[in-house]
C-alpha cells in the first residue's frame, strides 16, 4: 500500500507541473494589465518611465522563463508568492480565507450524501412506485436549480423577510463558533443540496445493478431480512462509484464555492479569487489554481485507497 501510495503521488507530480505551465501561460495571454488596473478610470496618465518602474517592481519585466523560475522559488520555499495589491503572501491568504471554504465543502458534502444516499436507496429497494418518482423528482429538481439562482433566492429572503445578513469578514471556528456557521452554513447547504442530486441519482443506478446480481438472490433465499441484504452485501458493493463521485465534487465544491461566495458574500478563497481576476494580480490566481490542481490529485489517491476498504478484492500491488 505504502509503494502504491508513493507511485501514485510521483505519478501526480507531472500533472501538477502541466497545471502550473498552462495557467502561467494562461495569465500572460488573457486581457487585463495590472498597471492599467492600478491607475483607475484614467490610464492615459501612465507615464512611460512610471510603467517601467511599476513593472519591474512587480517582476513583469522579467523574461518569462524567470519570472516562472522566480513563482517556483517562492512556491518551494512556501510563500506561494506575493500579492501585486496587498503585498502579502499566498500562503498568508490561504490560511486566512482557505479554513472558510473548506468548512463550506465539508458541510456540502456531508449532506449530500446524507441526502443522496438513503433518497438513492428508497428509490432503487421501491423502483417505479410512488416513492420512486417522488424522489426521482427531487433530483431532477435540484439537477435543474442553478446554485447561484438558489443562493440569491435564500440571500433575499433571509434579508427581506427576517432582515437577517450574515455577519462580514473573516471568523474562524475556533475564535466565534456561532458567528462562523452563520457564515458558512447556508452556501454549505445549497452546495449539498445541488450535489445531492447527483448523488441520489448514482447511488440509486448502482444498487438496481448490484440488487440483481446473484448473490444478492442467495442471501434473500437463505431468509436474510431485506435490511440486512441491503445494508450488509448490496450497499457496500455499491458504494464504489458513489465514492468515486462523491470525491470529484468535492473537489468542485472547494473550487465551485466561488459562485456561492460571491453571492453570499463570504470570505473564503472563492471570493479572493473572484477579487484576483478583477485586479489582474497573476500571482494569487496562479497560485489558488495551482492549489486547487494539488488538491485534485490527492482528492484521487484518497479514492483510490478508500476502494480497498470497501471491497476487500482489491488489492494494491
Not at 519591474?56 to 513563482?71: C, E, F, I, K, R
Not at 502579502?88 to 449530500?112: F, N, Y
Not at 442471501?219 to 464504489?240: D, Q, T, Y
Request: aromatic share 10%.
Amino acid at each position: 500500500m505504502q509503494r502504491y501510495i508513493l507511485r501514485r503521488l510521483l505519478y501526480g507530480i507531472p500533472t501538477v507541473i502541466g497545471v502550473s505551465i498552462v495557467i502561467f501561460l494562461a495569465m500572460r495571454v488573457v486581457p487585463g494589465d495590472p498597471v492599467v488596473v492600478m491607475f483607475g478610470d484614467e490610464p492615459e496618465l501612465i507615464r512611460p518611465e512610471d510603467r517601467a518602474k511599476i513593472e519591474a517592481d512587480l517582476g513583469l519585466s522579467d523574461p518569462l522563463v524567470v519570472q516562472y523560475g522566480n513563482w517556483l522559488k517562492d512556491i518551494a520555499t512556501g510563500k506561494l508568492g506575493v500579492s501585486f495589491w496587498r503585498g502579502d503572501t499566498v500562503a498568508d491568504l490561504i490560511k486566512r480565507r482557505g479554513p472558510i471554504t473548506v468548512e463550506i465543502a465539508v458541510i456540502g458534502i456531508v449532506l449530500a450524501w446524507a441526502i443522496g444516499v438513503p433518497i438513492g436507496i428508497l428509490s432503487a429497494m421501491h423502483q417505479n412506485s410512488v416513492a420512486d418518482y417522488l424522489a426521482r423528482s427531487f433530483t431532477i429538481l435540484f439537477l435543474a436549480i442553478p446554485s447561484f439562482w438558489l443562493a440569491s433566492l435564500t440571500v433575499l429572503l433571509f434579508l427581506l423577510v427576517w432582515g437577517w445578513a450574515a455577519p462580514l469578514g473573516v471568523i474562524d471556528i475556533w475564535d466565534n463558533p456561532i458567528e462562523n456557521l452563520q457564515i458558512v452554513l447556508r452556501p454549505g447547504i445549497v452546495l449539498g443540496l445541488a450535489a445531492s442530486a447527483y448523488i441520489a441519482r448514482m447511488t440509486r443506478s448502482t444498487l438496481l445493478e448490484v440488487v440483481r446480481e446473484d448473490y444478492i438472490r442467495t442471501a434473500r433465499a437463505k431468509g436474510l431480512r431485506e435490511r440486512v441484504v441491503v445494508w450488509r452485501h448490496a450497499l457496500r458493493n455499491s458504494m464504489l462509484p458513489v465514492v468515486t463521485l462523491s470525491g470529484i465534487i468535492f473537489g468542485f465544491m472547494l473550487e465551485g464555492s466561488i459562485v456561492l461566495e460571491q453571492a453570499f458574500n463570504v470570505p473564503g478563497l472563492g471570493k479572493a479569487m473572484v477579487g484576483a481576476f478583477r485586479d489582474v494580480d497573476y500571482t494569487v490566481i496562479q497560485s489558488l489554481v495551482l492549489l486547487y490542481g494539488v488538491v485534485f490529485v490527492l482528492i484521487n489517491l484518497l479514492i483510490d485507497v478508500s476502494y480497498g476498504w470497501l471491497d476487500p478484492r482489491i488489492r494494491y500491488a
